[in-house]
């Protein structure tokens, strides 16, 4: 298990940022359980236990699908995924059901039956909202898991002697889910936002540090944009680079067509020279404002308000939930270069889950 670092709560502003890999082979999105009696069945088992033992995560879920869900990952995880499934329809259903009724209700009921069932269909949206959040934080957690690493559980509990450390650090689980080029990209941010240096020797990396609770907790919300940046970012690349390689391969009656779309900017550069081979850092370097901003913007409200909240679940003072912004902390390059690569691995998790759980269930554009 991970251990960490202090105690801190963070306030934090707005959040807006993004990341790299398409991989949806952790969210199957075609089961169901209605398909086995006997999984079904088990399923409710779970559900009903009310003795749940916490996942020990900062955010606990808040929802009863999202407590449902965390006793199934704990007790039957080969299960995880079809629960998820099945939840994320019967929220979409139960929404789509208040917001029907609502409908109809205007124009054939009294003003105050319509003022009823809109607020009726508000209570339930912002129930299933929640609801969401915790699916989605569920998510996360599970593709942490699969790689055999645990989420910091909140600062407050993991201080020693004044001093915080996180340990086992787990650096190297967290940077091999990152290609090279993106691996590259995490290590100047961890010298950015850090002072962190590559080749800093084990006396370095654990000798005594200093920095406030505020700016720790700047660094790793800033760390999941980031993360979720270098997500979309990486990808975007990925699928330009392919069309590139396909558009070499084509007849040029075929190219002349593509450019009658106005995808010649995609295949040439500014200067007509074929970006074939482009790395990622001079690809997004590239980048004009406004595709920064739609690569650099959580594309949902929840994905907005799971940022906050686990941010601030994590530094947070666990009874007063307030933010002593002169509070200092010490601890180790080696402890917060862990928790960085955790933040920025939460933010490509977040892009891919939010892929997913948008497929089921319609989330609230950012």
Known sequence: MDYCLS?????????????????????????????????????????????????????????????????????????FHVAVAEQLRDLA???????????LSYGSSSSSESCLHRRIAELKERECQIAVEDVMYLLIFYK?????????????????NGRLEIWPARDWALECIHNFE???????????????????????NWATTQIRRFQLGQIYAASILYGYFLKSASLRHH?????????????????????????????????????????????????????LQRCAKLKSKEAVNLVEKHS?????????????????????????????LEAVAFGSFLWDTEEYVSSVYNLKEN
Not at 150 to 155: E, Q, S, T
Not at 182 to 190: F, Q
């Open 7 to 79: 105690r801190s709560t963070v306030l934090f502003p707005h959040l807006q940022i993004t990341s790299s890999y398409h991989d949806h082979d952790c969210f199957p999105r075609s089961t169901t359980l209605a398909s086995s009696k006997s999984r079904s069945s088990s399923l409710v088992v779970v559900a009903s236990a009310e003795a749940i033992s916490s996942l020990n995560t900062p955010l606990e879920p808040r929802s009863l699908p999202g407590k449902f869900l965390s006793g199934v990952l704990q007790n039957q995880r080969q299960l």
């Open 93 to 103: 259903d139960d929404r789509d059901a208040a917001l029907a009724r609502m409908n």
């Open 144 to 160: 942490f898991s699969e790689i055999r690493v645990h989420l910091v559980p909140r600062l407050s509990r993991c201080i020693y």
């Open 182 to 204: 993106v691996l590259e990209m995490i290590k100047e941010h961890l010298t950015t936002v850090l002072g962190w240096k590559p080749k800093s020797n084990v006396t370095e």
């Open 239 to 291: 699928l330009e680079m392919s069309l590139v390689h396909t558009h070499h391969d084509l007849p040029s009656s075929n190219v002349s067509g593509f450019w009658s779309y106005g995808l010649k900017d995609l295949f040439l550069g500014p200067n007509g020279r074929g970006k074939r081979g482009k790395k990622l850092r001079c690809y997004v370097m590239g980048f004009d404002p406004d595709t």
């Open 312 to 340: 601030c679940a994590l530094f947070g003072d666990e009874k007063t939930g307030l933010l002593e912004t002169d509070d200092v902390i010490s601890t180790s390059f080696s402890s917060m270069k862990r928790l960085v």
